[in-house]
């Protein structure tokens, strides 16, 4: 190689940075270090022409530094509830929506008109779909990300929404190997361990992960998750027995391997971010992602400049990774998107169309109303909620509210605060019996402040319909319903075809993609 000992490390690591233009920090991390690839956030972005012009600064950053492949830049958009740009953008349904329009094909079409999108926004690598498979209603990072419950439904989702981006000129990656899908805690917060031997892995959690491998997936990312039945030692971001030994060598991977962020606590807590840097690379991930402090991304790199100086990483296997990486920037990687607002437009305009087609067949009604909605119901939703860092920006439930009022010109909304000492106190004031609709999501158990405002309404002799805009799993913790509607994800069109199930004028069509316990 020609490079320096710095750029070689750099060439191993995917950066963030903050600012909605290049900061200096990542024009040094360009310059400097080569990295070659930048994953942007919610931070980043303002709007579609915004993200265009910063996304030609950086590859125009990079050719200057001489690179000769165009950077890798990353966005996890996984649309649904994962979807790090909004504005000017369509409003695309996630995996489970889709899982339940009950057709793999949507998926193929939904992340094709994804694909279109970013690839005019200068993206080249989205990091989607999700192949987990959701076994655990508990699962507090997973849920709705997922396609469902069922490993080979989950396989057939998978295949079709990698496609949709491949074939459309962006990387797939299939994440979170080897399974995120039975956990009970939030990686972001601290090191889930499951308990699975091998031969369960192989029978659920890794079904996806071959399907799509051997309909040649570009990219794989490896969770922070500890097997013990695997590795006794390390979690999988870190195994060579996960990395090497299960994905490169029996599951046959010749794509990249990417790391999740390894500044999220389960990594940084238990091992520190610049040594589990160099343990995962180590252990035969090609690319270390490392999204937010330009500190920790510097002395990360230094590190491994150290291990490549004393051999702990191999001169042969640093350039094998190298390869790899720069032989994916070549097939997806461009200098320039030519961004023209009004031809995008147009396209998103055409995919708004089709995400309103999918959710029509994605809403799912679990239980019917078993009479029609009186003219002036209540529209109950829950503010301040936040319920995994992956989710960036908590948005507010008034797309609910907005469709209801479609078909209910006279209702009227309580938000119920859950920051205040007592959040219920206004409800329980209450002095009439009229019909309530209640906008849920993640409902975590019988103390969660949602179910007891349901049991409350029900208890005081409302007739309560609950629409659950995210899990599906959210009744089992509510007594006897009017109604229970799953719309999977708060967005409008969601919200659009819930309201008219609820006032029986419109045809929602969508099965649930898992079993409800």
């Known amino acids: 190689m020609t490079e320096t000992i710095a750029q070689e490390a750099g060439e191993l690591f995917i950066v963030g940075f903050h600012g909605s233009k290049p900061s200096a920090e990542?024009?040094?991390?360009?310059?400097?270090?080569?990295?070659?690839?930048?994953?942007?956030?919610?931070?980043?972005?303002?709007?579609?022409?915004?993200?265009a012009a910063l996304t030609d600064a950086l590859q125009t950053e990079a050719r200057q530094a001489g690179y000769t492949e165009p950077l890798l830049i990353a966005l996890d958009q996984e649309n649904g509830v994962i979807r790090r740009i909004e504005a000017g953008v369509s409003l695309l349904p996630g995996a489970m929506a889709l899982a339940a329009t009950g057709d793999p094909e949507n998926a193929a079409r939904s992340y094709a008109a994804s694909a279109k999108e970013l690839s005019e926004l200068g993206v080249n690598w989205s990091l989607a779909p999700d192949a987990d498979v959701n076994t655990n209603p508990d699962n507090p990072v997973i849920g709705v990300r997922s396609f469902g419950d069922n490993a080979q439904l989950v396989s057939q989702y998978v295949v079709q929404a990698m496609n949709g981006l491949q074939q459309n000129g962006i990387a797939?990656?299939?994440?979170?190997?080897p399974g995120h899908g039975n956990t009970s805690v939030d990686s972001h917060q601290d090191l889930p361990v499951l308990t699975q031997s091998l031969e369960d892995l192989q029978g659920t959690e890794l079904v996806p992960f071959e399907a799509g491998i051997k309909n040649g997936v570009n990219s794989v990312m490896i969770a922070h998750i500890q097997f013990p039945a695997v590795d006794r030692l390390l979690p999988a971001s870190l195994s060579p027995v996960v990395i090497s030994t299960l994905l490169r060598k029996r599951l046959a991977f010749n794509g990249v391997i990417v790391t999740d962020d390894l500044e999220m606590k389960a990594i940084a807590d238990h091992y520190g971010t610049p040594a589990a840097c160099v343990q995962a690379l180590k252990s035969g991930a090609d690319l270390a992602m490392v999204s937010h402090v330009y500190e920790t991304q510097k002395e990360s790199i230094a590190r491994v400049v150290a291990a490549i100086n004393e051999g702990e990483l191999v001169e042969a296997d640093?350039?094998?990774?190298?390869?790899?990486?720069?032989?994916?920037?070549?097939?997806?990687?461009?200098?320039?998107?030519?961004?023209?607002?009004?031809?995008?437009?147009?396209?998103?305009?055409?995919?708004?169309?089709?995400?309103?087609?999918?959710?029509?067949?994605?809403?799912?009604?679990?239980?019917?109303?078993?009479?029609?909605?009186?003219?002036?119901?209540?529209?109950?939703?829950?503010?301040?909620?936040?319920?995994?860092?992956?989710?960036?920006?908590?948005?507010?439930?008034?797309?609910?509210?907005?469709?209801?009022?479609?078909?209910y010109p006279e209702a009227s909304k309580l938000s119920v605060d859950l920051t205040t000492a007592t959040p219920l106190a206004e409800?329980?004031?209450?002095?009439?019996?009229?019909?309530?609709?209640?906008?849920?999501?993640?409902?975590?158990?019988?103390?969660?402040?949602?179910?007891?405002?349901?049991?409350?309404?029900?208890?005081?002799?409302?007739?309560?319909?609950?629409?659950?805009?995210?899990?599906?799993?959210?009744?089992?913790?509510?007594?006897?319903?009017?109604?229970?509607?799953?719309?999977?994800?708060?967005?409008?069109?969601?919200?659009?075809?819930?309201?008219?199930?609820?006032?029986?004028?419109g045809n929602p069509s969508g099965r649930l993609p898992v079993v409800l316990p």
């Open 26 to 51: 990542v024009r040094e991390m360009i310059r400097e270090y080569h990295v070659s690839g930048i994953i942007l956030f919610a931070r980043n972005i303002e709007s579609a022409g915004q993200l």
């Open 172 to 177: 797939a990656c299939l994440k979170h190997f």
């Open 318 to 407: 640093v350039a094998e990774k190298i390869n790899r990486l720069r032989a994916l920037r070549r097939r997806v990687g461009r200098w320039q998107n030519h961004f023209d607002a009004e031809k995008f437009s147009i396209l998103v305009n055409n995919d708004n169309q089709l995400a309103n087609e999918l959710y029509q067949h994605s809403v799912t009604v679990v239980q019917s109303p078993t009479q029609i909605i009186g003219p002036a119901p209540l529209v109950v939703t829950f503010d301040h909620q936040r319920y995994s860092l992956v989710v960036e920006h908590q948005k507010g439930d008034s797309a609910l509210f907005r469709a209801i009022l479609e078909y």
């Open 427 to 505: 409800l329980s004031e209450m002095k009439d019996q009229r019909p309530v609709i209640v906008g849920t999501s993640n409902v975590t158990g019988f103390n969660d402040i949602q179910a007891q405002a349901v049991k409350m309404l029900i208890d005081r002799g409302h007739p309560v319909h609950v629409v659950a805009m995210r899990n599906p799993y959210d009744c089992r913790w509510f007594p006897a319903l009017a109604s229970y509607i799953v719309a999977y994800e708060p967005t409008p069109q969601a919200m659009h075809w819930a309201a008219s199930a609820l006032a029986k004028k």
